[in-house]
């Protein structure tokens, strides 16, 4: 029986370094019946005649060139529908695909909407950092929206999802991260299962678009912990319009609290109270803690933390 169709979305800018390495990670997957389009989004290094090389050179390779920048997450946003194929998986311009990627990736699938995968970090020079995006094991089953409220895990480069289910996604929200709301939807509908395998070599460098709600707080310069701050302020705000109980608006509401108002010590305490006891519900990337525990305490305490120094310094300029 024939392999059914698998297209691989990628939008491109600037990407001209390791664009190669990438595309030749993608064609010479085990998994055979692929198509790949790749809009690429206003580049002006030599990113176009690389894929015009590729496409020349491959019948499976497809291209466009938008008239204007449109950003990555309105970019990705066009190009996903162009796809043919009844499985999409979504790539990066700079990473480096394990060979067996989308043949592992369709089996898991099953009848879910969407399945995600682990990722190992390389730098500049595709040496491994030692480092990988998940670090334990998640189950996904047991986890609700609720739990991608905080932090993004559902990376866009370690997805393949099903076109049927881009009819739930689309349009993308304006602001936020595109991946991080498909795994929201994801999650919401639950049409979601994960594979537990590293399959993609995911390049962490001073160019690239980071998903940095990943890792804690800890050891963050400041401007890190505000960008990483309004992302999650800024995606809290785009669920909420999307919630369609009262109960669902509720709980996020509370999350929400926390990252829009100046707080009094009671409204704080009732929040340092929620967030404590909603522990492993928000932070499913930890290992789960007991109701009474000296790491979760402090944890939880050093996140407010961080989030009232942000909140500060925004409000001190007008910002928020």
């Known amino acids: 029986m024939r392999e059914k169709l698998i297209t691989v979305v990628m939008c491109t800018y600037n990407g001209e370094r390791y664009l190669r390495k990438q595309l030749d990670s993608i064609i010479t997957q085990t998994y055979k019946n692929i198509e790949v389009i790749i809009v690429d989004d206003c580049s002006t290094d030599n990113t176009y005649s690389i894929l015009e090389e590729y496409a020349a050179k491959y019948a499976c390779v497809h291209i466009r ?100 289910f881009l009819k739930r996604a689309l349009p993308f929200p304006a602001d936020g991260y595109y991946d991080w709301w498909l795994g929201f939807i994801a999650f919401y509908y639950n049409e979601i299962t994960y594979l537990d395998e590293v399959l993609t070599a995911y390049r962490f460098h001073s160019d690239s678009v980071v998903q940095k709600d990943i890792f804690n707080f800890r050891g963050k310069s400041s401007h890190e912990v505000l960008s990483q701050y309004n992302s999650t302020r800024i995606q809290l705000e785009q669920m909420k319009l999307y919630l369609k109980s009262k109960y669902n608006e509720l709980f996020l509401n509370k999350v929400l609290l926390l990252y829009k108002e100046r707080l009094t010590f009671f409204k704080r305490t009732q929040l340092f109270l929620f967030i404590y006891s909603n522990h492993n519900v928000l932070f499913p990337l930890r290992k789960r803690k007991r109701l009474i525990s000296r790491s979760r305490f402090k944890y939880v305490s050093n996140y407010l933390k961080e989030i009232t120094l942000a909140k500060q310094n925004l409000m001190k300029y007008n910002l928020l």
């Open 65 to 164: 060139q938008n008239k204007n920048n449109l950003g990555f997450n309105k970019n990705f946003e066009q190009a996903l529908p162009l796809a043919n194929g009844e499985f999409i998986a979504i790539s990066d311009q700079d990473d480096i695909w394990y060979p067996e990627k989308l043949t592992k990736l369709y089996k898991r699938i099953g009848n879910k909407g969407l399945v995600f995968s682990n990722s190992e970090l390389i730098d500049e020079n595709d040496q491994l950092t030692g480092k990988r995006l998940l670090y334990n094991a998640i189950e996904v089953d047991s986890l609700t929206y609720q739990s991608i409220l905080i932090n993004n895990f559902v990376t866009g480069h370690t997805v393949l999802l099903k076109r049927e």
